[in-house]
C-alpha cells in the first residue's frame, strides 16, 4: 500500500535511496544523485497501481533504475567530452614523436604545432612569442591542423 502523499513517501524511503546509493558506490556529486533518486521515488509514486503488488518493491526498483540509468548518461558523457577546467596539468608529447605529423606543414605552422602540443603554450601565449595577433596565430593553428588530418588520412 503506497503512502497517502508523496511526502510521506520521501519521509519513509529516504533511507531507501541513501542505501541504493551507497551499494552503487555513489559518492561523488553525491546531491545530484540524491535528487534523481527522489525523482525515482516520486516516478514511482505516480505511476504505481495497487493491484500489481507491493509499492515499496516496485519503489525500490524505479529509484535503482533511474540511479543506474544517471550513472549510465555521466559515464557516457565522461567519455565523450574533455573537462578542461578539470585537468590544469596539461600532457605534453615529446618533440621526436610529433616529427611525422608536422613534417607536411610550413614552419610557421610546425612552429605552433610544437608549442601548443610540445610547450604547452596558449594560442595567446604563442602569438605573444611569434610577434602575431591572436587570430592569426589562431588561423595558423586550424591550418595545421586540417593539414595534419589530411596527411594522416591518406
Same mark, same amino acid.
Given at each position: 500500500m503506497k503512502p497517502a502523499t508523496f511526502e510521506e513517501a520521501l519521509q519513509l524511503y529516504e533511507k531507501m535511496i541513501i542505501n541504493q546509493m551507497?551499494? +552503487?558506490? +555513489?559518492?561523488?556529486? *553525491?546531491d545530484m544523485y540524491y535528487q534523481c533518486g527522489v525523482i525515482g521515488l516520486w516516478y514511482a509514486y505516480e505511476r504505481y497501481e495497487e493491484g500489481k503488488g507491493n509499492f515499496s518493491a516496485y519503489a525500490l526498483r524505479t529509484v535503482r533504475g533511474y540511479l543506474l540509468l544517471e550513472l549510465h548518461r555521466e559515464k557516457r558523457l565522461e567519455q565523450r567530452f574533455v573537462n578542461l577546467e578539470a585537468s590544469? #596539468?596539461? &600532457? *605534453? &608529447?615529446?618533440?621526436? /614523436?610529433? #616529427? @611525422? $605529423?608536422? @613534417?607536411? +606543414?610550413? #614552419?610557421?605552422? %610546425?612552429? &605552433?604545432? &610544437?608549442?601548443?602540443?610540445? $610547450? /604547452?603554450?596558449?594560442? /595567446?601565449?604563442?602569438?605573444?612569442?611569434?610577434?602575431?595577433?591572436?587570430?592569426?596565430?589562431? $588561423?595558423? *593553428?586550424? %591550418?595545421? =591542423?586540417?593539414? =595534419?588530418?589530411?596527411?594522416?588520412?591518406?
Open positions: 551507497k551499494k +552503487l558506490s +555513489l559518492y561523488k556529486d *553525491y590544469r #596539468d596539461p &600532457v *605534453y &608529447v615529446q618533440e621526436e /614523436g610529433i #616529427d @611525422s $605529423y608536422v @613534417s607536411c +606543414l610550413e #614552419d610557421r605552422e %610546425r612552429q &605552433v604545432i &610544437v608549442d601548443k602540443f610540445v $610547450y /604547452g603554450f596558449s594560442i /595567446g601565449e604563442i602569438a605573444a612569442n611569434m610577434e602575431l595577433n591572436q587570430n592569426q596565430a589562431r $588561423y595558423l *593553428y586550424r %591550418r595545421a =591542423m586540417k593539414a =595534419m588530418r589530411e596527411q594522416e588520412s591518406r
